[in-house]
């Protein structure tokens, strides 16, 4: 398993960073996009009593939801994109032969671009506390990658789920991208989710995983969460895991069992 991970992520590193430059490309855009923030957080610090709940600057606020919610999306859109990357590549089928051999090769394939992305986030928040007045603590950036990292299976099962559904309708990659920018629009990216409805804020807050991670995450990073606060969300995030992982993994299973029973391939993916 270690073996096949290490192939696989070698591969996945070469496939979106096939030079160095691409990288470093990548940590300018992030640097740029800090700056952004920064000026943006600058400009409207003065209308921002909203961010006494949270105890943090706007700065702060809108790096969390800027940054913070990439790994989530990431995770949700990367089982179909590699998917695809298979079927294109010429290899689905020959994955389809073993037991599990398409699903582990998927998760690992997913997980490797996650871990390249993990590091960039570590590199970004400690560039910003170092050097943009970041207000989180070591401690607290700390907690901010332990929270990305236990919302993983969250976000991987509604993943697959979002593959399954893509393999019945066969079509909807764009519709799962655009639905996971919606959904980080209304967790409260970039202005508290309360300006919404209160009914709508209520079902957000405590049904939509983006608004989940994202209020704990604030709340760790102002050291404002209570152990009541800290109670809900895990137990919360433990039973979206749970659902989702089962479900995601269930309806994928079932729509690869009857491909290959009916032994139709994916002849829509070319």
Do not use: W
């Not at 997913?110 to 970041?134: G, N, P, R």
């Not at 209570?226 to 479900?247: A, D, E």
């Amino acid at each position: 398993m270690i073996t096949l991970f290490k192939l696989i992520f070698l591969k996945e590193y070469k496939y979106y960073y096939p030079e160095k430059k691409y990288i470093f490309i990548n940590l300018v855009t992030e640097l740029f996009s800090l700056l952004v923030l920064m000026m943006m957080s600058q400009a409207f610090e003065l209308k921002t009593q909203f961010l006494s709940e949270y105890d943090i600057s706007y700065f702060t606020f809108l790096l969390i939801g800027e940054e913070c919610l990439k790994i989530p999306s990431l995770t949700l859109m990367l089982p179909t994109r590699s998917f695809k990357q298979l079927s294109i590549e010429g290899v689905l089928d020959r994955h389809l032969i073993g037991k599990n051999i398409l699903r582990k090769t998927l998760i690992l394939s997913t997980l490797s671009f996650v871990m390249i992305e993990f590091v960039i986030l570590a590199i970004v928040l400690l560039i910003a506390k170092l050097f943009m007045s970041l207000q989180i603590s070591f401690l607290g950036i700390f907690s901010i990658l332990l929270i990305q990292l236990l919302f993983i299976p969250i976000f991987l099962g509604l993943g697959f789920l979002s593959l399954a559904i893509f393999i019945k309708l066969r079509r909807g990659e764009g519709f799962i991208t655009k639905a996971s920018s919606v959904l980080t629009v209304l967790s409260g990216a970039y202005f508290p989710a309360t300006l919404f409805p209160e009914f709508m804020y209520g079902f957000l807050n405590n049904f939509s995983p983006y608004n989940i991670i994202l209020n704990i995450t604030r709340s760790v990073a102002g050291h404002t969460s209570t152990t009541i606060n800290l109670l809900k969300y895990s137990s919360l995030s433990i039973v979206f895991t749970i659902l989702f992982v089962l479900l995601g993994i269930f309806s994928y299973e079932k729509l690869i069992n009857e491909y290959k029973r009916k032994n139709t391939g994916f002849n829509f993916l070319l």
